[in-house]
């Protein structure tokens, strides 16, 4: 692929596919004209005659593909009414350049949230075709092969083509209603840049991740859920500097150089999730007061864990899942009111969690919490227990310099 191309490629993809679903109606049609599109610019581009801002370019051709495609296959029934209009017209799509409107990814992410589809289908689809993260990743995150995955998206695409509902940004409560969904796939694409720092990919995803966290709440101003989101993202990636040591090595919280954090992204952060806690007790209201308090702590050890502890209560009662299960646990262990041979019972006894996807960062933080009983051979047990459940090259450095460190 030409360069110019491959660039408007990995950064406005998505921004291109959403503008061109929401002129649809379909993702199943944009997306095949988005490809056609793509296409035909590079073959411009080869002549020579390349367009001078290939995104908005794209985005024009591939709206006018779609309107070739639906005179050609009658379709126009099930098509967006827009659509309809434009192609019962030959001149109805401005011969102009596309202008975004910065809005387009995130009206991609509410459209595919469709109601008729599964909670896991419409986040695999907002994932794979708005955040552009693959299928066999998306699969990874939602515990099921690629194999499935790829499967369930086609037939998903298939039945938001013959669906009667069609989704508009100027319709309230369908953005409402929505947005919940929105805002785990924007969490979800974060935590996949974050989780992986070395990734060549990583810190777009995350920077794309803000973005769309500041859409939404620009748009749903008054959720004070899209205000934690955007709170929890902005604190976690101010961090970020101190993440990796100068080796490209991970590097603990315990041990990170707070000086590197940026702290206007932090001040930012800490307001939103003020305002945030002030409101709503939702799910990432509590993540961003915790990522909070962890932010206005000077160093590690002055880190309210009481406080941490008790926003965790308040998660797991919400959101139990695994990693808010294992979260919970590392910060009672570190709760002076609870202390870490308690955390240790409890971690025991959720077995589930030392099961499947989860099983690795289980035994990594039963370690934790046996060094801090001062029980150096289990915590080398557990270790290895991790180690040769985890695949990440970083993770699996970082947990064998923890068992050298172990074993002087």
Request: aromatic residues 4%.
């Amino acid at each position: 692929m030409n360069i110019r191309i491959e660039d408007a490629f990995r950064t406005d993809a998505g921004r291109i596919l959403g503008a061109v679903t929401a002129y649809t109606g379909d993702l199943e049609l944009a997306e095949d004209a988005v490809q056609e599109a793509f296409a035909r610019a590079i073959a411009q581009e080869n002549a020579g005659e390349g367009p001078g801002n290939p995104a908005a370019w794209i985005t024009t051709a591939a709206r006018r593909i779609a309107v070739d495609t639906i005179r050609r296959e009658r379709t126009a029934a099930r098509a967006h009414p827009r659509l309809v209009a434009d192609a019962a017209s030959p001149d109805a799509v401005d011969p102009g350049e596309f202008a975004f409107t910065g809005d387009e990814r995130l009206e991609l992410i509410l459209t595919v949230c469709h109601p008729e589809l599964g909670e896991e289908t419409r986040l695999g689809l907002a994932l794979r075709f708005a955040c552009g993260i693959p299928t066999r990743d998306v699969a990874s995150m939602l515990l099921v092969t690629e194999s499935a995955m790829a499967a369930r998206l086609t037939r998903a695409k298939r039945h938001l083509h013959e669906s009667s509902i069609r989704f508009a940004m100027t319709d309230g409560r369908q953005v409402a209603e929505r947005m919940p969904d929105a805002l785990s796939v924007i969490s979800l694409m974060f935590t996949v840049g974050y989780d992986a720092p070395a990734r060549a990919e990583a810190a777009q995803l995350c920077a794309d991740a803000i973005e769309l966290a500041r859409d939404a709440h620009r748009i749903r101003s008054d959720d004070p859920e899209a205000a934690g989101l955007l709170a929890l993202l902005l604190l976690t990636h101010a961090r970020r500097p101190a993440r990796l040591d100068p080796a490209g090595e991970l590097v603990e919280l315990a041990a990170a150089d707070r000086r590197r954090w940026d702290v206007r992204m932090l001040a930012e952060g800490e307001l939103l999730a003020t305002r945030a806690l002030t409101v709503g007790t939702g799910r990432f209201a509590l993540q961003a007061g915790i990522a909070g308090l962890h932010a206005i702590a000077a160093e590690w050890e002055h880190t309210d864990w009481d406080a941490i502890a008790r926003l965790y209560e308040g998660l797991v009662d919400l959101w139990p899942s695994p990693s808010s299960r294992l979260a919970r646990l590392v910060a009672r262990g570190h709760a002076p009111a609870i202390g870490p041979e308690s955390a240790r019972l409890e971690l025991d006894a959720d077995e589930a969690l030392f099961r499947g996807t989860t099983a690795a960062q289980a035994f990594a933080v039963r370690a934790e919490l046996d060094v801090q009983c001062r029980d150096p051979l289990s915590a080398l047990t557990d270790l290895h227990e991790a180690l040769i459940r985890t695949e990440d090259p970083a993770v699996r450095r970082h947990l064998e310099r923890r068992i050298s460190a172990l074993t002087v």
